[in-house]
């Protein structure tokens, strides 16, 4: 995860998603958390997972999410719908799966389901959250990628050139 957490905008249901996850798949991970304060609570159990990273320059953190297995984004429901988070064009840019954790209404799940980018999960369900993460680590199990359109941005290039 790449940024800051504040308001709504917290990994509490994520950490009740993973937590499913891990009593049917108990695996090894760490989740990264670049440029974000510990602001929220972590379960007992997953402190030792969690490592957070200072804030860095984008075209670091467009290296770092490209680095990744996957990406997680968390968008909470929000009454004003329409607007996009412009961290989802960076995690498109690097074509690794995206765990969005958002409103399956709003444009961001629309966005990551038509670029076929990632899964999408209700941010307020947990199970859909576990399905979510459990999608993403079949695919990384079986050293599979997403096919992701070409027509994402490729923001990388612009980053890079």
């Known amino acids: 995860y790449a940024g800051t957490f504040y308001g709504l905008r917290k990994p509490t249901t994520f950490f009740d998603g993973l937590n499913l996850f891990l009593k049917k798949y108990p695996v090894d991970f760490k989740?990264?958390?670049?440029?974000?304060?510990?602001?929220?609570?972590?379960?007992?159990?997953?402190?030792?997972?969690?490592?957070?990273?200072p804030k860095i320059d984008t075209i670091e953190a467009v290296k770092a999410m490209a680095f990744s297995d996957a990406n997680l984004l968390i968008l909470p429901v929000i009454e004003g719908k329409g607007v996009y988070s412009g961290?989802?064009?960076?995690?498109?840019?690097?074509k690794k799966p995206i765990i969005a954790v958002v409103d399956p209404q709003d444009v961001a799940a629309k966005l990551i389901l038509e670029t076929g980018s990632g899964f999408?999960?209700?941010?307020?369900?947990?199970?859909?959250?576990?399905?979510?993460?459990?999608?993403?680590?079949?695919?990384?199990?079986?050293?599979?990628?997403?096919n992701i359109s070409d027509e994402t941005t490729n923001f990388s290039e612009l980053l890079y050139s």
């Open 31 to 53: 989740l990264k958390f670049i440029g974000c304060n510990a602001n929220f609570s972590i379960p007992e159990n997953l402190k030792e997972s969690c490592e957070f990273y």
């Open 120 to 146: 999408v999960a209700d941010f307020n369900d947990p199970n859909e959250i576990y399905k979510a993460i459990e999608q993403t680590y079949h695919l990384w199990r079986n050293k599979q990628q997403m």
């Open 87 to 94: 961290k989802i064009f960076e995690y498109l840019s690097v």
